[in-house]
Structure formats: C-alpha cells, structure tokens
C-alpha cells in the first residue's frame, strides 16, 4: 500500500510521517532534537510521559498516568471523556532496552489489541523515533481510535450525510 | 479552487439521478457487475453501462474488467475513508511529538545547566 501523508513542508525536523505499511501495520516517524536517551526517557518515566502524550487538541483530560518501563512492567493511563467513569488505556512493558528500543502491549483492546515497537535511534545529536503498531487484523487497525480525532471525523461523516439528503431531497 | 468546483458540479449531477444513487446504494452493500445492476435496475446493459460511465468519472465508482464480466465497487469514498484514517493519525502523532520537542527541549536545557554547574 503506498498511501502515505507527509506534514506540510516544514522545518525537516518537524515532519511527522504515518504509513500503513500492511493490512496490519502503521509506522509513525519523527525526528526529535534531543539524544536518544532524553527521548527514551519522555517515552519510559511518567511524569514526562504525561506531559506530551496527550496533546490537547484531543481534547481529553489525563486524569493519571502510571508507568513501570521493565519488561513484564504495566502501564496505565487513565482520561475523563466526560462520562461517568474514566476511560483507561493499559497495558504490559514487552521489551525494554534502554535507550534504543521499547514495547508494549496494549491490553485494553483485548483480543484485538496491538503491540507497540518504539526504537530510537541518534545520529548528530537527534533522534529518529520509528513507531511500529502491529495489529492481529486488517479489522483491528481499521477500528484503532485516536480519541478525539475520531470524534471529528464522526463530524465530518454527518456533514456528509447531511450533504447527501439535501441533494436527494433537490433532485425530487 | 475552479477545479474543485466543476468537479463538485460533475458529482452533484452524477447524484441528480434516481438510477445513479440506487446503483451507489447498491454498490455500498456489495460489488457487483455491469449486468447484474442492469437487471436489478430493469435497464439495458447499454443504458447501465452509460450511468456507471458517469459514476466513474467523478471517482463514485471504479470499474474492473475481469475476463468478460465488467466489476463495479464503489470508488472514491471508499479513497476518502483510508485518507481520512491515515490524517487523523497523523494530526494525533504530529502533535504529540510536537509537544514531546517541548519536553525534550527543556530536559536539553537542564542537562547543559547541570553541566555546567559541575564543572564549577
């Protein structure tokens, strides 16, 4: 599959890339301007995971965030969606090599659950980050949420149907 | 944006049609050939070939010819479901890492503070 979107033409270290390499397969990369072991460490220690992993245009309010980076170590991140209980995203440390790879499990989504592979890797100063999730199925990945980028698309999709019975009801 | 606009007009008359918007209904259940939405439509396979033709050519619908039998899926909104996917994890990751460069930046910061406050 080639479909592939890059980030405006930006400064080379802001370009963010997504691709799904394969029916089960999304890779994200990114440089950072930092060493891999600063890097590694905003990815492994709670109180800086939680500080950039929930960007606030998803419009979600990190209520806590526990995190053990060793293998068989748990992590668990828990939001208000603005229901009544919170929802939690949680799962198991499966590699851990310090500053250069990281993996998880991601346990909440059960059976259709995906792992997680981060590597890091520094030449000059920054970091290239590639993150790999793996899906069980072409299914599993195509239902991945992303929060509240997933409530825009639902937006959208509205505005979509909104647009089809108006020309329906044009045409009549 | 005069592109975008006689593209619009070209999908708003491909949608203008009863045939057309049944067969897009049709084909969001399951693929299916020229002759079966000919008889599904009681039109001639002639007459379903022209409103496919018009479908196709404002990406409603794309059409493959395999052996003898011409297949008919529906084309550009399934294109806009995988573009709208990869988008909105990009916009997620993309600002995620936007905020990690902040994190990381002050982490540089103190390192080369801490440093020199070793050396004194």
Redesign the interface.
Same mark, same amino acid.
Do not use: C, Y
């Given at each position: 599959m080639d479909?592939? @979107? /890059? !980030?405006k033409p930006a400064p080379e270290?802001?370009r963010?890339?997504?691709?799904?390499t394969s029916d089960r397969e999304?890779v994200?990369t990114?440089t950072?301007?930092? =060493?891999a072991r @600063?890097?590694f /460490?905003?990815f492994s220690k709670a109180e800086?995971l939680k500080?950039?992993?929930v =960007?606030? !245009?998803?419009g979600m309010t990190l209520l806590s965030c526990a995190v053990d980076a060793r293998v068989g170590g748990k992590y668990r991140l828990e939001f208000d969606v603005g229901g009544a209980e919170p929802a939690a995203f949680f799962g198991t440390y499966v590699e851990v090599k310090p500053y250069s790879r990281l993996a998880w499990a991601n346990d909440e989504g059960g059976e259709g659950g995906s792992v997680t592979t981060v590597t890091f890797e520094e030449k000059g100063g920054k970091t290239l980050?590639v993150?790999r999730e793996n899906y069980p199925s072409k299914e599993a990945l195509?239902a991945a949420g992303? $929060?509240a980028?997933?409530a825009?698309?639902e937006t959208?999709g509205q505005l979509d149907e909104l647009l089809?019975v108006l @020309? /329906?009801g044009s $045409?009549r | 944006m005069v592109k975008y606009g006689i593209r619009l007009d070209a999908s #708003?008359a491909a *949608?203008?049609?009863?045939t057309r918007?049944g067969v897009l209904e049709q084909l969001g259940r399951s693929d299916a050939s020229i002759t079966d939405l000919a008889q599904k439509f009681h039109i001639t396979i002639a007459g379903m070939m022209k409103h496919v033709g018009v479908l196709e050519q404002v990406g409603l619908v794309t059409t493959e010819k395999v052996g003898r039998v011409r297949n008919c899926t529906l084309g550009r909104y399934r294109l806009k479901e995988?573009?709208?996917? *990869?988008?909105?994890?990009?916009?997620?990751?993309?600002?995620? #890492?936007? +905020? *990690?460069?902040?994190?990381? +930046?002050e982490?540089?910061r103190k +390192?080369r503070i801490d440093g020199r406050k070793n050396r004194e």
């Open positions: 479909a592939r @979107i /890059e !980030s270290k802001d963010t890339t997504v691709e799904r999304v994200v990114r950072v301007n930092g =060493p @600063i890097v /460490e905003a800086l500080r950039w992993w =960007p606030k !245009s998803m980050v993150l195509d992303t $929060g980028a997933d825009m698309v959208f089809v @020309i /329906e $045409g | #708003f *949608l203008s049609d009863a918007r995988a573009t709208a996917w *990869l988008e909105r994890h990009r916009q997620l990751w993309d600002s995620r #890492f936007d +905020e *990690l460069d902040d994190v990381v +930046e982490l540089n +390192e």
